[in-house]
């Protein structure tokens, strides 16, 4: 299994590119199934979670063809076509690769009238069920039965529109459900959704297929369904958590970033933090400046929040940073439970952090040391990365292909600007 290798104490300056958000690229991979028509997406970031989303789409009858400036690169375009739905079962093998595998459930009801599809996999952050995916999809008139691992969703007549309130805030969920309702008979209501921007993106490109969708950004979907959706192209916007992960890392070294292809608005929950914490974020004309002017950060609490609070997805990442402060942060995660598993080895490194139940007390160290070190979920692994970045010495983190699931071409990436950083192949 491929490593990377880290060695630390560089200070980061120059440009780096962002690529599309793999968490909007998930959902409206998915969105193909919905039309017999041709569904074109740029900006397409090439990971290894993009590659599982074909593989799953394939089988059910999507013709998918990936070409832009060569097929290695960033912004790719992707064209999905789902002229015929061949098969409406999502197997095991390939959903247990990617939690995600179960946004191809609403779809295929929704047009067909069933599916089959294997309860899903994921990162191992806590239990994530699918329940709220269920009970809505219920309320949308399907029937839905779990059996030897599967969910099997049935609506021979069609789905009929109908008001789903979300007891609390669940991305995949609302977009699911998004996706079922634009097909649907009548109209849908989908209370207190999520309105992160990747619901925004997925839902601008329902409209431009043809979906009537009201209240986009706000916590309050209303539908009114139509028979058939058509072709779009759409561009996949870009992705908040890598702009956010390498805002973290100019910050961790003291360095000057400027982050391009990206908007400051996806990160402005982080932005704060940072702000508070004493590093400058500004937008340029292209993009963020993130930079470091007293060469240190200062502790500051933070509390993970559905969008636009702070995102879970970060948490780990500016966990790093603040293992690396000035004083202390109390850092909270509200949204999954045992999502604190970069705590150990972080610690490995020298960071002193105390976990009480969903908050963890982070006190700054004077300087963090390289180590050799793994994790088990894909933003725990960037926020040792991070971490390695700062530390002194080697660090080794194992497991790479965690990262490789949403970071393209990360030791690239930040070997531009100048960090000492490589992938070890193995073998
Ligand atoms: C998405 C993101 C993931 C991010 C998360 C929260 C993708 C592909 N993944 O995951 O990177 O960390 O949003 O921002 O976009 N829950 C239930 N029942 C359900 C659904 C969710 O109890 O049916 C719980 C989950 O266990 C979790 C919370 O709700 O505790 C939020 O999960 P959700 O927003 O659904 O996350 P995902 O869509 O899986």
Redesign the pocket.
């Known amino acids: 299994m491929d490593r990377i290798r880290i060695r630390g104490g560089n200070r980061l300056s120059g440009t780096l590119p962002i690529s599309g958000a793999?968490?909007a690229a998930?959902?409206l991979m998915a969105a193909a199934l919905l039309t017999d028509k041709t569904l074109t997406l740029s900006n397409l970031p090439y990971l290894a979670d993009i590659t599982s989303m074909s593989n799953l789409l394939l089988p059910l009858g999507v013709s998918v063809s990936v070409n832009g400036n060569g097929s290695a690169r960033a912004g790719r375009v992707i064209e999905l076509t789902a002229a015929r739905i061949a098969d409406t079962t999502a197997p095991y093998d390939l959903v247990r690769k990617m939690?995600?595998s179960i946004l191809v459930l609403g779809p295929l009801v929704a047009r067909c009238g069933e599916a089959q599809v294997s309860l899903p996999g994921?990162c191992a952050?806590?239990?994530?069920?699918?329940?709220?995916?269920?009970k809505g999809l219920e309320h949308l008139g399907a029937e839905i039965e779990l059996d030897s691992g599967y969910v099997r969703a049935k609506a021979p007549k069609g789905l009929r529109g109908g008001q789903v309130v979300f007891p609390?805030?669940?991305?995949?969920?609302t977009?699911n459900l998004l996706m079922a309702a634009c097909l649907a008979k009548g109209e849908s209501q989908l209370v207190n959704a999520?309105r992160?921007p990747?619901i925004v993106d997925l839902a601008r490109c329902l409209v431009a297929m043809g979906a009537k969708i009201d209240g986009i950004g706000t916590d309050k979907l209303t539908v009114q369904g139509v028979d058939r959706l058509g072709a779009a192209s759409h561009r996949i916007v870009p992705d908040r958590?890598e702009t956010g992960t390498y805002a973290v890392a100019a910050a961790i070294t003291g360095g000057d970033i400027e982050l391009v292809d990206t908007e400051i608005g996806l990160i402005e929950a982080l932005g704060e933090i940072l702000d508070a914490g004493g590093i400058s974020v500004t937008a340029t004309g292209r993009g963020v400046r993130v930079s470091c002017p007293n060469g240190r950060v200062r502790g500051v609490d933070v509390m993970t929040e559905?969008f636009p609070g702070f995102?879970?997805?970060l948490q780990a990442q500016i966990m790093a940073l603040m293992a690396t402060a000035d004083g202390a942060a109390m850092i909270t995660e509200t949204?999954?439970?045992n999502r604190f598993m970069h705590v150990p080895e972080l610690m490995r490194m020298g960071a002193n952090i105390n976990v009480h139940g969903a908050s963890a007390m982070v006190r700054g160290a004077k300087q963090l040391k390289g180590a050799p070190v793994m994790a088990t979920d894909l933003r725990a692994s960037v926020s040792l990365v991070l971490a390695g970045l700062a530390a002194e010495g080697e660090t080794i983190v194992n497991r790479v292909y965690h990262l490789d699931r949403g970071y393209e071409r990360l030791e690239e990436k930040l070997a531009a600007c100048g960090a000492d950083v490589e992938r070890l192949k193995s073998g």
């Open positions: 793999k968490n998930l959902p939690r995600a994921g952050i806590g239990t994530r069920p699918v329940d709220l995916h269920l609390f805030v669940s991305v995949g969920a977009e999520a992160e990747e958590i559905p995102p879970t997805d949204i999954f439970e």
